[in-house]
């Protein structure tokens, strides 16, 4: 499956963003989505990520209550809004896909990759 990210933007602290991955075929209604982030200097890292049957989403613990994961299947769409926004929160957002049956956490365990889109919050 072919993965776009888009929505990144400049922000300032405090605000919101929201992130939209849509995916190309008729398989990804069955995939895990998940999205990631690398700020420089960093290792990407796993920020959210929302199973196939759209149960369960899981969050890192420093954006949990600020960022919600959901999907619109027949979209092909799966969203990341992101509200509380924090300088920390800088990075380039990837989305990325497989078919496990649970939120994997290395970008490793991932098949399916979109281009990032950077979001940068600065006042």
């Known amino acids: 499956v072919q993965l776009q990210a888009f929505g990144g933007g400049l922000v300032q602290p405090g605000g919101s963003l929201r992130l939209s991955c849509t995916g190309s075929?008729?398989?990804?209604?069955?995939?895990?989505v998940s999205w990631f982030r690398q700020a420089p200097g960093k290792e990407r890292e796993l920020v959210a990520g929302?199973?196939?049957?759209?149960?369960?989403?899981s969050y890192v613990d420093s954006v949990k209550g600020r960022f919600t994961i959901s999907r619109d299947n027949p979209k092909n769409t799966v969203y990341l809004e992101m509200n509380s926004l924090r300088p920390e929160d800088t990075a380039v957002y990837y989305c990325a896909a497989n078919r496990a049956l649970w939120v994997a956490i290395l970008p490793s365990q991932y098949h399916s990759w979109g281009q990032g889109t950077l979001v940068t919050v600065s006042s």
């Open positions: 075929g008729d398989s990804f209604s069955r995939l895990t």
């Open positions: 929302i199973k196939w049957s759209d149960s369960g989403p």
